[in-house]
């Protein structure tokens, strides 16, 4: 079985995450889309929601989308989890991991702990954000929602939020 895992804070969910989700979803050839939310994100000194809380907005933002996962996997180990070992953990059960990651994040991946094995071990994906550029070598997302978590924490603006959601927060 073939999966891709999109990990991050969803702090809170938002339609950019729904877009990735979809357009992962239309382009990658896989059995199930797995969002993995973190209990603590280590370069992040808080939350806005707790882990529980940001797993049951996932939960109700992707409900209605066959083959979308919500997994417990990195919450439920109550720390901050390298990226590793959800790797580990995840190839276990599936045989081709498409791990998801932004384009904010692409230079700061070869410098996650023990990047070498992941980097063996997963297909990347980039989703593309900010006309950051994407090279050649990645498997690229096209997406056009302009919001980060971080931005619709600041300004609360309703329209970004999942509809499913909306009143949950």
């Known amino acids: 079985m073939r999966v891709a895992i999109y990990g991050g804070s969803f702090d809170p969910p938002h339609l950019g995450h729904v877009e990735v989700v979809k357009k992962g979803l239309e382009k990658l050839e896989i059995d199930r889309f797995i969002l ?17 809380k ?4 996932l939960e109700k933002s992707f409900e209605d989308i066959p083959k979308v996962e919500v997994s417990r996997f990195e919450v439920e180990n109550g720390r901050p989890t390298l990226t590793i070992e959800s790797i580990r953990h995840f190839s276990k059960i599936y045989e081709k991991i498409y791990l998801i990651i932004g384009a904010d994040n ?5 410098k996650w702990d023990e990047f070498e094995e992941i980097d063996s071990m997963v297909t990347w994906v980039v989703a593309t954000r900010d006309d950051i550029p994407v090279p050649k070598e990645f498997l690229k997302l096209e ?24 009143d949950m927060i």
């Open 36 to 52: 993995l939310p973190n209990y603590r994100n280590p370069w992040k000194k808080s939350f806005h929601f707790s882990p529980e």
């Open 54 to 57: 940001r797993v049951e907005l």
């Open 106 to 110: 692409l230079e700061k991946r070869e």
């Open 143 to 166: 997406t056009a929602i302009p919001i980060s978590s971080t931005q619709l924490r600041e300004k609360m603006d309703l329209e970004f939020l999942p509809k499913e959601i909306r």
